[in-house]
């Protein structure tokens, strides 16, 4: 291509402007003005970065190293889809149960917004857990868990438990993508995405965002592909769905007769030709393209070394019951995400579906709780005992939690939960938090925040923080703007950090 | 025609000479408007109070001449900031005032022109206002100038009030210094890194706080705060407590917006410092501390070699798909997995990988890979060890034997491997270890109990770590509705069966919806839509007139 052309190519006219101006600033010496207008990323690239040229090293982040010395090296991040009932689960109100059946008051519910399933309701009946709590010792004065969690209870003293959650979303959409993005509205990078962009993969082999889903036994949400999207950045750091059936990754397996070599050759053929056609149009999404037919290339190898469980010692599948050989339950999701871990996965992200329950709560919740405890309280004890967890942050959370009050009848043995945005349980273990202890509190009827609020960008930022990167450097400019995880907020809790 | 127009701006931003020229004329032309600024102020003094009110013609001519020739200092400024290194504490404030000068003279010049001769008395007091204001804008900041160019101290030194001493001392060590660095470890190695980093601003020409890194006699003096180097107790010295400070905190050095001292520099100093500062001691052992183990390379050569580990053993490794990253922005330690080749590189092609990095890997994990006791051999050499991974590998006892006494190793991931109890009091010999997992080991009960009580605050996890104990468990679940409300509440009843005790919205002053009501003091208080509520909660005194009572 004449080089000439190619230059008027690549200048874009925010690129022409910043640049033009740029250079008149260095010559008038006023390099703050022109450090303003500077169209690159802030980032400091280390020594080690300037290899990093367009292709790269496979999985180097735009960052090169963390910002700082960071506490945890990866992040598995499990989302229970539809929210569960935090009232029922972890958030222990004795007081309650002198309260069945009375009215919410309305000095506790302050015309707060409700969702069109419940506000039509007459009453507001309060409706007790009707599960049995047990206190646990863990590193501080010990942590109330319900009935429906014995195994994960085990572990209390390594679960940094924060009461205190709250979010800005009402239903599970808008919800879910503030949890995933920093933002309700669809379109951002998930938090993964920005994990890959920012800092890469530890094992070229693997995509560095994973994504497990393990499908409920209640009333289950949609769960779009867009959580685990890229948004703005390239679709490289876009998450990688890891399917439950025989095939994880869909076309990934050669036809029959197709041998490796050949293989390697055709996409050397291809990646040529796809050179040619970056030369003529620049596109940086060709370049992605290319760096993902090679991470499929070495994924035919990696994959089904992965998600072959025969190596793994009996007493180890036992620790994470009956269900791990089953493909695509949470045992089994569990098993696959210490063995992600292991190799070096930077973000991975399991979703439990089925936490939504609108009606027929203690019956429904059993279930999904059953299927969750003693899988969970396996990856933190396996984690644990191979010197992973110390550098593996575990982040355990939904989009929301569920009402105090009844939707629907309310008996002695059965009520249903609407969404609940203003207070809501989650919990972290391991990579750097203070373990076993509780943070924050609920109001006497599990409605509002009494002490010590967390946000979704609190999280994230300390979530950052964690992973040795300050959320407000971690930036990717893209329309003019500079875009963040926490877009312009959030706060790191130190309270929780170790 | 783009292209032309963006390429002729890049190249005004290069180093080429005439520019430079023209920057270097600042110091000669700033003359011209500080000297036709005062003329200015003479002859306008002069008209006001010695009555030449006649003749106010030159006063046009050299308030332009101020003007005009004070943008043309200002610019030749700005180009002699871009292109030298100037200490920003001074250069910034220097540059704004310049320029706020430059702007009310400019203005003053264009008052005096409206004035018409001293006719329009309102155009005239601005003139002289604004005339003033730019003298005394241009005083601190021909101050700020003069003391780049000549040092602190240059005016004020000589002063009555000020002390002589410090000059007249450290102006002795300047002729002994040269001769005192010849050859030593000072001047190979700590003059070049002072030089970098730190000379701009305390060299013999600046000496900012007074204090000159120049040479080891004007270290030892010290500047303001004291002494650079406490020859007693070396370690507490201010020199290194300074470079130690945390980044955030004020009085850290090089300053923050500085181009900071790399770890291996701070190593080198701290090494310097501590072992004496001595001058000429060309055997000196700089290997980060008096008490570290003589067998571990020196930390002297870990600045050059940066320079040895070329990119092409980067690359090898980025070839190889090795995980290589600095352990953090700005360090030379590295973070090394070999997760995604382990079962496809032998050992020998590890350790050919390795060998070239060995002096800055920090964190190394080599789990499920083909390294074997032998290649612990080399592992156990690696000076800046901290975390030792080797999950699932065929290390035994023999390679953990080769760690012992490892200098800096602070973890160690032994869980799957073929340790025994032999390893124990190898394990127990690694002075910094913290954490050792060895679950899956070889390792008995017995060895296991050994290793536990063999050194305290080492944390050993086996994988038996107990479940959490119960503290109570709840009592039996009686559901009641019997509690009283909180609050002011005292009735039981739904709000929404009650008459609110309104006509109208307190907060919009609409119809009321029956939909939405709450219950305050209680009384039931009707709303017309579902916002108001919420906003009569942020507040209720404000609304609390508008209810009938």
Redesign the interface.
């Known amino acids: 291509m004449d080089p000439?052309e190619r230059?008027?190519l690549e200048?874009t006219r925010r690129r022409?402007f910043g640049?033009?101006l740029?250079?008149?600033c260095?010559?008038?010496?006023?390099?703050g003005l022109s450090s303003l207008v500077n169209a690159q990323p802030a980032s400091?690239f280390?020594?080690?970065l300037?290899?990093n040229d367009t292709k790269g090293?496979?999985?180097?982040g735009a960052?090169?190293?963390?910002?700082?010395?960071?506490k945890a090296?990866r992040i598995i991040y499990l989302h229970m889809e539809g929210a569960p009932s935090q009232i029922d689960l972890f958030d222990y109100k004795?007081?309650l149960?002198?309260?069945?059946?009375?009215?919410l008051?309305?000095?506790?519910r302050?015309?707060?917004?409700l969702t069109g399933m419940t506000?039509g309701q007459?009453?507001f009946p309060v409706a007790?857990s009707?599960f049995?709590?047990?206190?646990?010792?863990?590193n501080a004065d010990?942590v109330w868990i319900s009935e429906l969690l014995p195994n994960l209870?085990?572990?209390?003293?390594e679960l940094c438990m924060i009461h205190s959650m709250q979010t800005d979303a009402i239903n599970h959409e808008p919800g879910i993508t503030f949890f995933q993005t920093g933002n309700e509205q669809p379109g951002r990078p998930a938090f993964g995405a920005w994990m890959s962009y920012g800092l890469?993969?530890?094992?070229?082999?693997?995509p560095c965002f994973i994504v497990m889903i393990a499908q409920g036994t209640g009333n289950m949400q949609a769960l779009s592909a867009r959580f685990w999207g890229s948004g703005f950045l390239s679709s490289e750091h876009q998450g990688c769905k890891l399917r439950s059936g025989s095939d994880p990754v869909l076309y990934l397996h050669d036809p029959d007769g197709l041998k490796r070599d050949d293989r390697r050759k055709m996409l050397d053929v291809v990646e040529k030709l796809n050179e040619q056609e970056y030369e003529q149009s620049l596109d940086p999404e060709i370049r992605a393209r290319i760096s993902q037919a090679e991470m499929a290339f070495?994924m035919q190898m990696?994959v089904p070394?992965l998600t072959d469980f025969t190596n793994e010692d009996a007493a180890t599948l036992d620790m994470y019951g009956p269900d791990v050989r089953k493909p695509g339950t949470m045992a089994a999701n569990c098993l696959l995400a210490r063995r992600l871990a292991?190799?070096?996965v930077r973000f991975i992200q399991l979703y439990q579906r089925g936490w939504d329950q609108h009606g027929n709560l203690p019956g429904e919740i059993r279930g999904q709780a059953k299927a969750l405890d003693q899988p969970l309280a396996a990856l933190i004890?396996d984690l644990?005992?191979?010197?992973l967890l110390?550098e593996t942050l575990i982040l355990w959370a939904s989009e929301f939690g569920r009402t105090v009050y009844s939707q629907g009848t309310l008996t002695?043995t059965n009520y249903g939960r609407d969404h609940h945005p203003r207070c809501f349980t989650v919990w972290m273990a391991g990579g750097g938090v203070k373990p076993g202890i509780t943070y924050g509190k609920t109001d006497?009827y599990c409605y509002n925040i009494d002490e010590n609020p967390v946000t979704v960008h609190d999280l994230h930022a300390t979530m950052l923080h964690l992973m040795?990167l300050d959320h407000e450097r971690l930036i990717y400019r893209h329309l003019g703007r500079d875009y963040r995880l926490t877009d312009v907020f959030g706060k790191v809790v130190p309270a929780l950090i170790a | 025609m783009?292209?032309n127009?963006?390429m002729l701006?890049?190249s005004?931003?290069g180093p080429f000479s005439l520019?430079t020229l023209f920057g270097r004329l600042h110091p000669l032309v700033l003359h011209v408007p500080i000297g036709a600024v005062l003329a200015l102020a003479v002859v306008e003094l002069l008209t006001w109070f010695a009555g030449f009110e006649e003749s106010r013609r030159p006063h046009g001519m050299l308030a332009w001449l101020a003007a005009v020739s004070a943008w043309i200092s200002v610019?030749t400024g700005?180009?002699?900031?871009?292109?030298g290194t100037y200490d920003p504490d001074d250069a910034l404030p220097h540059r704004n005032l310049a320029i706020a000068c430059s702007i009310m003279i400019t203005l003053a010049a264009f008052a005096n022109c409206r004035s018409n001769y001293g006719k329009r008395a309102g155009m005239l007091w601005i003139y002289r206002i604004l005339l003033f204001a730019g003298i005394a804008a241009m005083i601190p900041a021909g101050h700020l100038g003069a003391t780049m160019t000549h040092g602190e101290g240059y005016l004020m030194g000589f002063s009555p009030g000020a002390a002589s001493k410090p000059e007249s001392n450290s102006s002795a060590s300047v002729e002994s210094a040269p001769a005192d660095a010849a050859d030593g470890a000072f001047s190979t190695i700590i003059l070049p890194i002072l030089r970098a980093k730190c000379l701009t601003c305390h060299g013999e020409d600046q000496r900012k706080g007074k204090l000159s890194l120049e040479s080891v006699e004007s270290i030892r003096a010290g500047g303001k705060s004291g002494p650079a180097i406490d020859r007693e107790k070396p370690a507490d010295s201010l020199i290194l407590e300074r470079i130690h400070r945390d980044l955030e905190e004020k009085g850290h050095m090089p300053p923050r917006s500085k181009t900071q001292l790399l770890e291996s520099e701070i190593a080198s100093i701290d090494a310097w410092v501590k072992t004496g500062a001595a001058p000429n001691a060309g055997s000196l052992q700089l290997n980060g501390g008096a008490d570290s183990k003589p067998a571990a390379p020196d930390t002297t050569e870990s600045h050059p070699a940066?320079a040895r580990v070329d990119?092409g053993a980067?690359?090898a490794l980025?070839d190889a798909?090795v995980?290589?990253?600095?352990?953090?922005?700005?360090?030379?330690l590295?973070?090394m997995?070999f997760?995604?080749?382990a079962?496809r590189l032998g050992e020998n092609e590890i350790l050919q990988l390795l060998k070239p990095v060995a002096g800055d890997v920090g964190d190394l994990?080599l789990?499920r890979s083909k390294i074997t006791d032998e290649g612990m051999a080399s592992i156990a050499a690696f000076p800046r060890l901290r975390r030792l991974?080797l999950?699932s590998t065929a290390v035994g006892d023999a390679g953990i034997d080769k760690l012992k006494n490892h200098p800096s190793l602070e973890?160690l991931?032994l869980?799957?491997t073929k340790t025994t109890d032999a390893s124990v009091d190898s394990i127990l010999t690694i002075p910094k270890l913290a954490?050792v997992?060895v679950?899956?080991s070889g390792l008995t009960p017995e060895g296991l109990a050994r290793l536990r009580a063999g050194k305290s605050g080492l944390q050993v996890?086996?994988?038996d770590?107990p479940?959490?104990?119960?503290?109570?468990?709840?009592d039996?679940?009686?559901?009641?509705?019997?509690?009283p409300?909180?609050?002011?509440?005292t009735a039981?009843a739904?709000?929404?069966n009650l008459k609110p005790i309104n006509s109208v919205c307190p907060v919009t002053g609409k119809p009321l919806n029956p939909a939405?009501q709450?219950?305050?003091e209680g009384k039931v208080i009707g709303?017309c839509c579902?916002?108001?509520?919420?906003?009569?909660?942020e507040n209720p005194a404000e609304f609390k007139a508008k209810i009938p009572q």
Request: glycine content about 10%; aromatic content about 8%.
């Open positions: 000439l230059h008027h200048i022409f640049k033009s740029q250079s008149i260095n010559g008038f010496g006023v390099a400091a280390g020594r080690v300037n290899l090293g496979p999985g180097a960052l090169g190293a963390p910002h700082f010395a960071p090296k004795p007081s149960r002198q309260r069945y059946n009375q009215d008051p309305d000095s506790v302050r015309g707060q917004r506000s007459t009453r007790p009707i049995k709590f047990t206190q646990y010792k863990n010990g209870a085990s572990v209390s003293d890469g993969n530890s094992n070229a082999d693997l070495r990696s070394e292991e190799r070096g004890r644990r005992r191979r010197g110390d002695e006497e040795g | 783009i292209v127009i963006s701006a890049d005004a931003g520019f610019s700005l180009v002699m900031h871009a292109n940066r990119d980067f690359r980025r798909l995980h290589v990253q600095p352990v953090k922005q700005g360090s030379e590295l973070w997995d997760a995604a080749p079962a994990a789990n991974e999950r973890e991931i869980t799957q954490k997992y679950w899956g996890d086996a994988g770590a479940a959490a104990a119960v503290v109570k468990v709840e039996p679940i009686k559901l009641s509705g019997d509690a409300l909180p609050g002011a509440q039981n739904a709000p929404a939405y709450i219950v305050f709303f579902p916002n108001c509520p919420s906003k009569f909660w």
